[in-house]
């Protein structure tokens, strides 16, 4: 079975915007102060500003043989630090977050004093995919909110970073596409907004996406086969192998950048899978900033993400930068592959 289910806005309904969205939901919450909306609104200015960047950087090839490319080409190549500091730029003095962790930093990102009263903590991957760029495949940004830990007042520590991905209070992602799309879920539901350029704004385009409990595409590097362990050799082998009402073979595919081949599987079903291997026994994803706030969105969204010995949300990070092995999609389908891989099957 493919494709997902999800509310099309219809144009009878005229565009809920994304920071209308927001603020509905801001006023179905008693008591709510309005940071969140705030912060909301902050993130969603930056990915705007990247994608103005992003769209450049594929016109650098162009531009780059006028003799621009001094000018071009930086933007190019430190592309993902002017997405990173575009973020760190536009939230740290907006006073709602304490600390932020990007995958672009190595240490904590402190914010100044002004902002020691922020309640929530930001972790995200400025420009996932970045090597995407210069051959025009899609990339993405990914972030994660959590409320902070700490007493309000100080500045934000590693204890509010290090928390399990299940006590998320938000998670999103854009793909920077054929077209812009922000997804998003604040725990009633997975939203995705898609931008409007002649307008500078997202309005909603699939509401409450629901990922089907089977797909029938699988995504992972075939490059890494021989590096795998033995069970997932036999899962790859067998979801390869033609069965009359099985569904099998299915699609394989893979665009090298997580956050497009996540959209694609939250939308349509089916698995990504970035396993460890004998060269990297935990995988090369980030546990905080990449696969938790995906993770959370596909279990909001009725799907699955395991780590191949329990779900993804549920390890309780200690250190920054860990990586973790991720199976994560189709509820059925990361079934089928996690039970593989234990020598269940
Ligand atoms: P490989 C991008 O660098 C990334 O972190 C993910 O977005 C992507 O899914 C993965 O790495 C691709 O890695 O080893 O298959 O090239």
Redesign the pocket.
Known sequence: MSGGSYTLAGPARPGTSLAYHILERQRAIPGASGDFTELFQQITLATKTIHSLVRRAGLVNVIGSTGLTNVQGEIVQKLDEFANQTIIKSVEAGGHVCVMASEENDELIPVPPESHGGKYVLLFDPL??S?NIDVNASIGTIFAIYRRRSPVGGPGTLDDVLQPGRDMVAAGYVVYGSSMMLVYTAGRGVHGFTYDPTVGEYFLSHENIRIPDRGDTYSI?EGNYHRWPEGLRRWVDWIKTPEAGSGRPYSARYI????A?LHRTLLRGGIFV?PGDVKRPEG??RLLY?ANPLAFIVEAAGGAASDGRGAVLDVVPTSLHQRTPLFVGSRLDVADCVAFLRGER
Request: charged content about 30%; aromatic content about 8%; overall charge negative.
């Open positions: 996932d995919g090597g590097n090298g950048a997580m956050v081949d970035y090369k994803l990449e």
